[in-house]
């Protein structure tokens, strides 16, 4: 699987200068936050991922992804709908295929 990442729009709240990306690899989902003098990030493995939450507004969706122990969670808002949908998805579908028979 490709890694693909998601880039928070710069016209929701706190992602205007530095906006959030989360990038998901077939191996571990990793949220990124900039600011001006350091780097927020934060990664949690694909198989330590307990649940995927989307809450949806007119436009913008907040992502919401629990670890299973329960770790720091991963939080993101600002993502289109769609970005939203994909992560969730991707995520879905990596835990699948690393599942053992």
């Given at each position: 699987m490709?890694?693909?990442?998601f ?20 191996t571990a989902?990793?949220?990124r936050?900039?600011s ?11 198989q ?5 939450r989307?809450d ?16 720091d ?17 991707l ?5 699948t295929?690393q599942?053992?028979?």
């Amino acid at each position: 699987m490709p890694t693909e990442i998601f880039t928070a729009s710069r016209w929701t709240k706190g992602n205007r200068l530095f906006p959030t990306s989360l990038e998901v690899t077939d191996t571990a989902v990793t949220r990124r936050k900039k600011s001006w003098l350091s780097r927020n990030e934060i990664s949690i493995h694909l198989q330590r991922v307990a649940s995927v939450r989307i809450d949806t507004g007119l436009v913008w969706s907040d992502i919401l992804i629990e670890s299973i122990g329960g770790g720091d969670p991963i939080t993101s808002h600002g993502h289109p709908k769609k970005d939203a949908i994909r992560i969730k998805a991707l995520i879905e579908q990596a835990q699948t295929r690393q599942r053992p028979a």
